[in-house]
């Protein structure tokens, strides 16, 4: 099993549209998340730490669940700008540091 | 304007050959990473410096190897040792390496690495 896991899609949707992606860990020693957006042959970037009360920016939210470990990311009223790869990441502090990238979830949002 | 700069973007390495990619920094940042990057996988950790004149290895350090020797640099050398090297190298920093939720790693633009 993975560490972390994700749909790898693709999800295709429309412009306005409302769309979830969930995210697995394994490891109970992580400690922190992250969601990254990474566009076609470019470098992933930063889009959003998780924290555990759910955080929300913009038409962005993510959630935390550590019982069931999982993160998620909603994004609202999709834009053509948000087609991209979005990576979920992990950090595990298990007497050494690791942070574990997920594959990816391919998202196409069309008009 | 701060950031982190790989170079090149495109590098061809003949069979046997070494080739280094670079990875600069001018966000005082004293983490340093390398990862790997292959289709329809996540990224994978090569090397990693916490600190000049000091790293580790990550999960795939065979075939690879690294220097620290100023904060701002940490090179990377693919060595003929490395059977498959086709891939998109991504060169990242941290503030430091404990995994506090603040200290998220910011990547290069990465370099593509084709052998010919």
């Known amino acids: 099993r993975k560490e972390v896991e994700q749909d790898p899609g693709p999800f295709n949707v429309p412009e306005g549209a409302t769309v979830a992606f969930n995210c697995t860990y394994s490891?109970?020693?992580?400690?922190?998340f992250f969601w990254y957006r990474q566009d076609c042959r470019k470098e992933p970037k930063l889009l959003m730490s998780v924290y555990s009360s759910g955080n929300e920016d913009g038409r962005f939210t993510a959630q935390l669940n550590r019982a069931s470990q999982y993160i998620s990311l909603l994004i609202r009223d999709s834009k053509l700008s948000d087609s991209a790869t979005y990576l979920c990441v992990v950090n595990l502090n298990t007497g050494g540091f690791k942070t574990i990238f997920g594959a990816g979830t391919r998202l196409f949002v069309k008009a | 304007d701060g950031g982190i700069t790989q170079s090149p973007k495109y590098l061809f390495r003949k069979e046997g050959q070494n080739v280094t990619l670079s990875c600069e920094q001018n966000?005082?940042?004293?983490?340093m990473y390398w990862y790997r990057q292959d289709p329809g996988q996540g990224l994978r950790l090569i090397y990693y410096?916490?600190?000049?004149?000091?790293?580790q290895k990550g999960d795939i350090a065979e075939g690879y190897s690294v220097s620290r020797e100023k904060k701002e640099s940490f090179p990377l050398t693919v060595t003929s040792a490395q059977k498959n090297p086709t891939a998109f190298y991504l060169c990242?920093?941290?503030?430091?390496?404990?995994?506090?939720?603040?200290?998220?790693?910011?990547f290069g633009p990465g370099t593509r690495l084709l052998v010919l």
């Open positions: 490891n109970s020693a992580s400690q922190s």
């Open positions: 966000l005082n940042h004293d983490a």
């Open positions: 410096s916490q600190i000049v004149n000091d790293f």
């Open positions: 990242a920093s941290s503030i430091s390496r404990s995994g506090r939720p603040q200290e998220t790693q910011y």
